[in-house]
């Protein structure tokens, strides 16, 4: 028996938070006194993972699973599971990795809890802490089935070294009949060169930036910052942004280390959506704007005169 986790790639590459996820199923397997399989699909060199505590790491090397396919990628994973008799699955909390997720728990009967941000409180009785309340508290929640499937968000637990002896092995799976009920033909990228998931910096614009034609300074700190771009909703709505830009409660999930809010009130639907950044710099004209009240840094200036002044500054580093 072993704890299992479903590392997410990247045109060959594993993200940062595949890393994060083998980071926390390392402490799993170890409280439980048992080793870590790692499941990764596409990625020619894994070598990478034997530094995360990952012991074995089964390789799907197979041209119908390139582009990430839920149902087929969970039917995966439930074979992997069969072969090396897993009880506890982890993966990451990113959109693709909660689609999954639920899959997987139908396929398993297994208990789910995406959401998570903390080492397990204990793992017997299976008891983790997680998310709750539109990220405004937490909720200690155990998982009760025989099966388990944990659901690590971005930026909580971290990456931590664990040096392991890593042995590589293909992994050729049966792909039954109905596995590929959908299949992404094509797949157009709306966002910049770093995604909104993987960002450890998020710049984000609102309605008080007046216009699309005003983003050029977003894009530029973005630029400096090497962080991704974002909006709230009603910039989306209006065309000034790409969707694939809106964060909030109905728009991406942002879990970053930094989060820039310029020209954004703070309304609680965008709130829900970004507050489990780790840190939230917010720019605004109104001192009343609630977004305030959620930040850790608050400047309350014109963001026509901001935005290029700290530009400049951080130029200079
Ligand atoms: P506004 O509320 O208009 O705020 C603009 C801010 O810019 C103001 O605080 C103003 O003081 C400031 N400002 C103006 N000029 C300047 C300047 N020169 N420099 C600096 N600051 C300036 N919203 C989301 O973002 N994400 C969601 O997922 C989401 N989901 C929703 C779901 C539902 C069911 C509903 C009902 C609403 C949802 N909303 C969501 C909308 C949300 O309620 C707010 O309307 C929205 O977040 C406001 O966007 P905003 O802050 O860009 O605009």
């Known amino acids: 028996m072993s704890v299992l986790v479903y590392t997410e790639s990247e045109n060959g590459k594993l993200k940062k938070n595949a890393f994060e996820a083998a980071s926390y199923a390392y402490k799993v397997a170890q409280d439980m006194g048992t080793t870590l ?61 909660k689609y999954l997720g639920g899959l997987l728990a139908g396929m398993l009967k297994a208990g789910y809890v995406p959401n998570v941000v903390a080492a397990p409180d204990s793992v017997t009785p299976m008891l983790v802490k997680r998310m709750a309340f539109s990220n405004k508290g937490f909720a200690h929640t155990e998982i009760t089935t025989d099966a388990k499937i944990i659901g690590v968000s971005n930026n909580a637990y971290g990456a931590h070294e664990n040096k392991t002896s890593l042995e590589e092995a293909s992994f050729d799976p049966s792909l039954g009949e109905g596995v590929f009920s959908t299949n992404s033909v094509n797949i157009d990228k709306v966002s910049g060169e770093v995604t909104i998931a993987d960002a450890d910096i998020v710049v984000s614009a609102g309605r008080g930036l007046k216009g699309p034609e005003n983003w050029g300074m977003v894009e530029e700190l973005a630029k400096v910052l090497g962080a991704a771009t974002a909006c709230s909703k009603p910039v989306s709505d209006m065309g000034w942004r790409p969707h694939g830009e809106h964060v909030g409660q109905t728009g991406k999930p942002v879990a970053s280390n930094l989060y820039i809010a310029i020209g954004i009130s703070g309304a609680i639907q965008h709130l829900a959506g970004v507050s489990a950044s780790k840190v939230k710099v917010v720019i605004n004209t109104d001192p009343e704007a609630p977004f305030f009240k959620a930040a850790d840094y608050g400047i309350v200036g014109d963001a026509f005169e901001v935005v290029p002044e700290l530009i400049e500054k951080l130029k200079e580093f």
């Open 37 to 97: 399989t790692a499941v990764s699909f596409g990625v020619a060199d894994a070598s990478a993972l034997g530094e995360y505590g990952v012991s074995k790491v089964l390789k799907v090397q197979n041209d119908k699973l390139k582009v990430f396919n839920a149902r087929a990628y969970a039917a995966v994973l439930a074979e992997a599971v069969g072969q090396e008799g897993a009880k506890v699955v982890i993966l990451s909390s990113s959109t693709d990795s």
